[in-house]
């Protein structure tokens, strides 16, 4: 259906007039795979127009795990660092000592090569102790299946679990309970799909060492740990949290290429990760397949009290749940695809996160977010919580307190919620692009910083339905890449600076639209342009041309508009020089093209109308919501332009 609707807006375009309809630059699917006349919108009054109300085609849906694995292992070369490499080590075979569990309904078979392991069976509930006796080096290998039972570990040296073809459920806590505060090497067998699930409700279990209980062992989800974990293997662990949470570690999480988790389910979050302070590591996926499906209230699909970094791999995380109040922490919290207490670190892989419940966030971070670059694919689509008039949590794509730093790859961001503070990437500091693609698309603003804006490279489009497109509440500074700014009706506008002072354009392609220019960029090293009062219609294409007809600016847009500012810069606008606007005409041979910008090429045909005189460094034509003549070119006969 939506591709025969867009061959339909191809015919009907077609037999429209030349100055508003896009003839000559093909309708085609942007370098990120977004239609680009399938922008969203409206811009009622000033500023105004019309759209056809669709949202950006990357709205997915993650269903239920479907069996999909990861597909990497390839890339897991093993290394010679005893931390993260089981393989470095002497575990079980290899000079070790090696324990067997192969459970069967109500019972299990334990076997090990060396008695200074004790092991107890108690039913299907299985305990290890490798503390008594302090044994180092040991595998525990666990296969077979109980609908009743648990593996418990205690120890206080680091050890191997291999899970070959283990399928438990337990009544009474935990399926696995790692008691040892020591690193733990998680390792899926090949060919293996494992499956774990826990209780709803947790009660004593069978065997406690050195006086323990209930009471003073801490156990907080399907697969607890108190040491670190680290994953590898090419087999499969699907977990079930039915009391808390799915994976949880006090230590850190760590996981390799190829090896695939699929959390169905989880009370509360997916994988809760604590972290080593020590080791200064939160979560660190170097690869691998994390699926989560969390629809308990205020879940995450991955929450760190440290920093998440994502290396590789691959994320499909889908949260449901609504925010709510925490009377801990005396504030609202949210649901969340990824949450941190410190930074949020992503360099690799291909990553999709989407929230649905109310105040949802895709990305939180306490600290920092920075992107290097992997594809990630955001979207959230709840609207706002709301506790009391001062406690509140709105929807946002991607959220950092500190600084976002994008420096490559490509970050998607979709924030259809309708309510204010609907934002899509949003730093409570400064946000800087210095390289990739960000698209961002929100109710509220696109893009907003609470301190600085400063964009010298990549490419960014900002598409705000009600706000303003890129708004920096500090200073914004341009001076490289491509940047398009989308915003609404006046004072809204396609790009925002609270601080007209600070706000400059020394370099790169900038252009924005929406009610108003708010700031003038009257310091900066590159020229500019503001028309007032442009009518357009929606996908309608413009082209600036020089003195010898080159194309300086070749823009199709992506919204309708009636009495609203079109802003745009470029280092090929000269000092003094004149320069003529066409629409309706062709463009051919053009070298690049994003989201209805495109670069280079020859442009033929077409209707004048307007011109201008780059007089000075930020050149106005019309004021601002003007309706009627607009000194310094204009349309013909001195109206507002209409495209």
Not at 38 to 48: A, K, Q, T, V, Y
Request: glycine fraction near 16%; proline fraction near 3%.
């Amino acid at each position: 259906m939506r591709h025969l609707k867009k061959r339909m807006a191809l015919l009907v375009m077609a037999a429209l007039p030349l100055t508003t309809a896009m003839v000559g630059l093909s309708c085609c699917t942007t370098d990120n795979g977004f239609e680009q006349w399938e922008m969203p919108g409206d811009l009622p009054g000033g500023g105004s127009g019309s759209d056809d109300g669709d949202t950006p085609d990357f709205d997915p849906t993650i269903t239920g795990w479907d069996g999909q694995k990861a597909d990497d292992a390839a890339l897991d070369v093993v290394g010679t660092n005893e931390d993260i490499y089981w393989e470095a080590n002497t575990f079980g075979s290899n000079g070790g000592v090696t324990v067997t569990v192969a459970y069967s309904g109500s019972s299990a078979s334990v076997n090990t090569s060396d008695n200074s392991v004790i092991c107890y069976t108690d039913g299907a509930y299985v305990t290890i102790d490798m503390l008594t006796n302090s044994v180092k080096n040991v595998e525990i290998v666990v296969s077979g299946k109980s609908d009743d039972g648990q593996l418990k570990i205690y120890g206080e040296k680091k050890f191997k679990l291999t899970l070959s073809g283990v399928e438990l459920t337990s009544s009474k806590g935990p399926a696995i309970n790692d008691q040892c505060k020591k690193r733990a090497f998680v390792h899926l067998a090949e060919g293996t799909t494992n499956r774990l699930t826990d209780a709803a409700s947790y009660s004593e279990e069978p065997r406690y060492l050195n006086g323990g209980s209930s009471a003073s062992e801490d156990r907080r989800g399907c697969f607890f740990s108190e040491g670190n974990l680290i994953f590898s293997g090419t087999g499969v662990l699907v977990v079930e949290g039915n009391y808390k949470h799915g994976i949880v570690t006090d230590g850190y999480f760590y996981m390799r290429p190829g090896v695939t988790l699929a959390v169905t389910g989880a009370a509360k979050n997916a994988i809760h990760v604590k972290g080593d302070e020590d080791d200064g590591i939160g979560v660190y996926m170097a690869g691998g397949l994390v699926y989560a499906n969390v629809s308990s209230t205020a879940g995450k699909g991955i929450k760190t009290d440290l920093d998440a970094e994502i290396a590789g791999g691959k994320l499909l995380l889908n949260t449901s749940g609504n925010a709510t109040y925490d009377s801990d922490e005396k504030d609202t919290s949210s649901s969340a695809g990824i949450k941190t207490d410190g930074s949020v670190i992503i360099s690799g892989g291909t990553h999709t996160l989407k929230s649905t419940g109310t105040g949802g966030k895709g990305i939180n971070a306490d600290k920092e977010v920075r992107v290097s670059g992997s594809e990630t694919t955001v979207t959230t689509t709840g609207g706002k919580f709301y506790y009391s008039q001062s406690l509140t949590s709105s929807p946002k794509g991607v959220k950092a307190d500190g600084d976002i730093t994008i420096s490559g790859g490509k970050l998607n961001i979709s924030v259809t919620g309708v309510s204010d503070g609907s934002e899509g990437l949003e730093s409570k500091a400064t946000l800087a692009v210095t390289g990739g693609e960000v698209y961002v698309y929100a109710y509220d603003d696109a893009i907003n910083a609470a301190s600085a804006i400063n964009i010298s490279g990549g490419k960014v489009y900002a598409y705000a339905s009600n706000n303003d497109g890129i708004d920096s509440n500090g200073s914004l500074v341009i001076s490289g890449g491509l940047v398009i700014g989308v915003g609404t009706s006046a004072p809204e506008g396609g790009i925002d600076c609270d601080n007209s002072n600070s706000f400059r354009i020394d370099g790169g392609t900038v252009i924005g639209m929406g009610g108003t220019l708010q700031s003038s960029p009257s310091s900066s090293k590159q020229r500019s342009v503001v028309y007032n009062g442009v009518s357009a219609t929606k996908n309608a294409n413009i082209c600036v041309l020089d003195s010898e007809g080159t194309p300086v600016l070749t823009f199709a847009f992506p919204r309708t508009m009636n009495g609203a500012s079109f802003f745009f810069s470029t280092p090929d606008i000269a000092s003094g020089a004149s320069y003529t606007v066409s629409s309706g005409g062709t463009l051919s041979n053009y070298t690049d093209s994003w989201n209805g910008w495109y670069g280079g090429g020859t442009w033929s045909g077409g209707s004048q109308v307007g011109t201008f005189t780059s007089s000075s460094v930020v050149t106005t034509v019309g004021s601002s919501g003007s309706v009627g003549g607009m000194p310094g070119g204009g349309g013909p006969g001195g109206r507002p332009w209409g495209w």
